[in-house]
C-alpha cells in the first residue's frame, strides 16, 4: 500500500509561476523526501525534511511539513520548461528503513 | 561507478520464462533496494538488503520473486514463470544510511508477453 498521496494528480502552468504539490500521509514518520523523476528515467532526490522540521529550502525549492495534520508541500517558484516532471513524496515511518511512496504528481510547465 | 547501474535498460521475454535483473550499487552503499514501478504510479517496495542479508522482503509480492546480494554488493532480482501482470519498471537504489535519500538507477523496463 502507499503512504503517502500527492496532489493534485497533474498540474499545468506557464514558465515563471510557481507550482505547488501536496502531500498527506498516514503514520507517524521519520522524516520525508521528495524525488523527481522525468520520463522514462530513474528517480532524483530533490530534498528531505526531519520530523522535527517544518520548512526547508533548497535553491528554487521549499519545502514545508505539518506533522499535526500529516502533510507536506513542495513549491517551486519560478517554474521552468525543464522542470516538467513527475514529482513523488517519500514518507521513512519511524522505526522502519524502507521508503514508501506516493503515486505522483506530473507537472507541465509550458514556454 | 559513479551511480547506480542496473541490467538490462529493457527486457522482453514470454510468458513463463525466467528472468534476472541485476543492480550495481554505488560503491561502499552497504543498503539496497528494489522497486517496482507500473506505468502511472509510483516506485512500490520490493525488498531491501543491509549488507548481504534480506533485512526486509515484506513487498515481494509472492514466491516466484526472489533476490540475492551474496557479497553486499551487486544484487539480483530473479522473476520465475513470469507472467504479463509482472510488465513494469524495476527500479533499484542504493544508500549509506538507511534513514537518508536513496540513489536510484535507471531502471530495467520487463515486458511479458
Known amino acids: 500500500s502507499q503512504q503517502g498521496e500527492e496532489d493534485p494528480q497533474a498540474l499545468s502552468i506557464q514558465e515563471g509561476e510557481n507550482a505547488t504539490m501536496n502531500c498527506s500521509y498516514k503514520t507517524s514518520i521519520n522524516n520525508l523526501q521528495w524525488y523527481r523523476q522525468n520520463s522514462g528515467r530513474g528517480l532524483v532526490h530533490l530534498i528531505l525534511?526531519?520530523?522535527?522540521?517544518r520548512e526547508k529550502h533548497s535553491g528554487r525549492l521549499r519545502v514545508t511539513l505539518d506533522t499535526s495534520k500529516k502533510s507536506s508541500s513542495l513549491l517551486i517558484t519560478a517554474s521552468r520548461a525543464a522542470d516538467t516532471a513527475s514529482y513523488f513524496c517519500?514518507?521513512?515511518?519511524?522505526?522502519?528503513?524502507?521508503?514508501?511512496f506516493g503515486k505522483g504528481t506530473m507537472l507541465l510547465v509550458s514556454p | 561507478g559513479a551511480g547506480v547501474s542496473q541490467t538490462p535498460s529493457n527486457k522482453v521475454t514470454e510468458k513463463g520464462k525466467y528472468v534476472e535483473l541485476r543492480c550495481d550499487p554505488i560503491?561502499?552503499?552497504?543498503?539496497l533496494y528494489w522497486y517496482r514501478q507500473s506505468l502511472g504510479q509510483g516506485p512500490e517496495f520490493l525488498i531491501y538488503f543491509q549488507g548481504t542479508g534480506a533485512a526486509d522482503d515484506s513487498g515481494l509480492p509472492n514466491d516466484r520473486f526472489f533476490a540475492v546480494r551474496p557479497e553486499g554488493s551487486v544484487s539480483t532480482l530473479k522473476i520465475q514463470r513470469t507472467e504479463r501482470g509482472d510488465s513494469a519498471v524495476y527500479l533499484c537504489a542504493s544508500t549509506q544510511t538507511n534513514t537518508g535519500e536513496l540513489f536510484f538507477g535507471e531502471g530495467s523496463r520487463l515486458t511479458v508477453l
Open positions: 560503491s561502499g552503499h552497504t543498503a
Open positions: 517519500a514518507t521513512r515511518i519511524s522505526g522502519y528503513s524502507t521508503l514508501t
Open positions: 525534511i526531519r520530523s522535527n522540521e
